[in-house]
């Protein structure tokens, strides 16, 4: 990357109302058969204009074709019955009813890569693609077949490291893997779940990121947030082994989050993603509260490795709103640049 401090967002962003419900998690789309193809096709050229608006460096397609982060890519697998439910705590936090793993786990055919070639085919910049990663993939699911969240991970980690070199070959240039299971559940963390994310990434030449955030601004998580106290110290009992393991770019809940920003001493020399945005919150950060967030990033983080982002996906807030935010982020990370220009 030539630019400093080049931006991007977590993933998601807003659909439009047209396609499937706003402001909504899960939301059931609003089109069926080649219309909902096409209009998937036009919201992931919107969210890609929106980006390219906000002068975003690395674009993504705002997943715009999928329901859910982690679901839509479990259901074009096998192995996986979606009409056997049971209700499990994600996350130790909140019940859902989630689907059965039932036999082996395996991916029929490449399921983003389609989706990534399109958005490749319009734009020359930097794109990056999310991924569940394979820890908060186990965690949505129920598992009566393997009965080890450790083996179920491992087979997980062996189906996203075919999609990602498929998603490599489609030109992609970061994939990232959404862990926002690695802020729960640590002893899994060390024990396998970083093995597995490099399972997931071997052999791949282009970058890789993995996300570790507290979560959509969903009442869920916001209430869970409250619990933590005053300090959010869950990253510590990662970054040491996150730090060794070969994953380039780390991606971060910075703004507006009781997390200690000296934590991110523990992974000096990664490349971060600090999220400078708070999604959780409906207030438009200033271009100079962004920059504040970064300046304070650059004390742990080098420059030519830090790289301005959202805190976690934007799917749930109003459209113009995020868009707002994403103005905000480009500007509070120019504030920035000019400043490393001249020192
Ligand atoms: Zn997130």
Redesign the pocket.
């Known amino acids: 990357m030539t630019i400093l401090l080049p931006t991007s967002t ?1 993933g998601s962003l807003p659909k439009p109302s047209w396609l499937a419900e706003p402001e909504t998690l899960w939301s059931p789309w609003k089109l069926a058969g080649n219309d909902l193809l096409k209009g998937k096709q036009n919201a992931l050229l919107a969210a890609l204009q929106d980006q390219q608006e906000a002068n975003i460096t690395i674009v993504s397609d705002g997943e715009q074709t999928r329901q859910h982060f982690v679901t839509t890519f479990i259901e074009h697998l096998e192995g996986v019955n979606f009409e056997k439910r049971k209700t499990v705590k994600i996350r130790d936090r909140y019940d859902a009813s989630v689907p059965s793993v039932i036999g082996p786990v395996s991916r029929k055919k490449p399921i983003f890569v389609e989706d990534a070639k399109f958005l490749r085919q319009q734009t020359t910049q930097a794109i990056k693609w999310a991924l569940p990663g394979p820890l908060t993939m186990i965690d949505t699911l129920y598992d009566e077949f393997y009965q080890s969240r450790k083996e179920l991970a491992w087979e997980f980690a062996k189906i996203l490291n075919q999609e990602a070199k498929d998603l490599e070959a489609a030109g992609v240039d970061i994939i990232q893997f ?1 862990e ?1 299971a690695f802020n729960v559940f640590f002893d899994e963390v060390n024990d396998w779940g970083i093995a597995c994310l490099e399972r997931a990434i071997e052999g791949l030449k282009c970058e890789t990121a993995v ?1 570790i ?1 507290y ?1 959509y601004g969903i009442k869920a998580n916001t209430d869970w947030k409250q619990s933590l106290g005053g300090e959010w110290r869950q990253y510590e009992a990662i970054f040491p082994k996150l730090r060794e393991s070969n994953i380039d770019i780390i991606s971060l809940e910075c703004h507006n989050s009781h997390v200690p920003l000296e934590l991110l001493e523990l992974i000096r020399g990664k490349k971060v993603m600090v999220g400078a945005i708070d999604v959780a919150s409906t207030a438009i950060e200033t271009p100079q509260e962004v920059a504040a967030t970064l300046r304070n990033a650059l004390q742990y983080v080098d420059s030519d490795k830090l790289y301005p982002c959202t805190n ?2 934007m799917a749930p807030l109003p459209s113009a709103l995020a868009n707002a935010k994403l103005a905000a982020l480009s500007a509070g990370a120019e504030i920035v640049r000019k400043e490393l220009e001249t020192r």
């Open positions: 977590a959404d926002p996300h955030c979560g976690c996906g």
